[in-house]
């Protein structure tokens, strides 16, 4: 059974510095794995998307890696802003033909200090 | 706006009456997943419809909970003698399929059980 782990629950960093997210998962037989924005009382805003022949994915200030040998994926934010501050969800999905369940960390809540 | 959408946002009920959410996907995606998140958590998978199709349901799915698709289009998800354990946010996301997994998501309903 697949199991995704986001640590730290919390973080907080004062605004401009780098940070790191963490998602680990138990089964490497995924099809892709998927990185998400949540704001309170919002639903998810996909950031980043990684196949599973992929090793990273980037997009503005967002860089995610993906390592399935070791069950880990990373989100890093660069030049971190207030605006970030949001609970950030990865999710993993199944690598079988028949699988449509996608299994989501519970998230890791950051807060960026002005 | 061409995103997901669904209603309604919030709803308040007392416990023992029926509830029915709706959501409308993106219109080109054939793939609809229904899941549900409680506080601190992340989002759990409920159903998951290709077209008119429900290809898929979770075990947490119970003989209370139905989901439909009519022609392959909107959803709706109703809750029949709704129990405080219900209340949560439920979300729903589409996807085009096809090979993009890329998951979009609407802003849910609250649901709230008196």
């Known amino acids: 059974k697949q199991e995704v782990t986001q640590i730290p629950a919390a973080l907080s960093v004062p605004e401009g510095e780098n940070l790191v997210l963490n998602c680990s998962f138990t089964?490497?037989?995924?099809?892709?794995l998927q990185w998400f924005r949540q704001d309170p009382g919002k639903g998810l805003t996909s950031l980043l998307l990684?196949?599973?022949?992929?090793r990273e994915q980037t997009s503005g200030r967002l860089n995610a890696s993906l390592d399935k040998s070791s069950g880990r994926s990373t989100l890093y934010i660069a030049a971190s802003q207030p605006g970030d501050s949001a609970t950030y969800l990865c999710?993993?999905?199944?690598?079988?033909?028949?699988?449509?369940?996608?299994?989501f960390g519970s998230g890791t809540r950051l807060s960026i200090r002005p | 706006d061409t995103g997901v959408s669904q209603n309604p946002r919030h709803k308040i009920t007392k416990r023992g009456q029926n509830v029915t959410f709706r959501c409308d996907p993106i219109?080109?995606?054939?793939?609809l997943y229904w899941y549900r998140q409680t506080l601190g958590q992340g989002p759990e998978f409920l159903t998951y419809?290709?077209?008119?199709?429900?290809?898929?349901k979770s075990r947490l799915l119970s003989d209370r909970f139905s989901a439909e698709r009519p022609k392959g289009s909107f959803s709706t998800l109703e809750i029949q003698r709704t129990e405080q354990g219900d209340s949560a946010m439920y979300l729903c996301?589409?996807?085009?399929?096809?090979?993009?997994?890329?998951?979009?998501f609407g802003s849910g309903t609250q649901l709230s059980v008196l």
């Open positions: 219109s080109e995606h054939n793939r």
């Open positions: 996301a589409s996807s085009l399929g096809q090979g993009s997994e890329k998951l979009f």
């Open positions: 990684i196949q599973s022949s992929q």
């Open positions: 999710a993993v999905r199944r690598g079988d033909s028949s699988a449509s369940k996608i299994i």
């Open positions: 419809f290709q077209n008119e199709a429900q290809l898929e």
């Open positions: 089964d490497s037989a995924i099809y892709n």
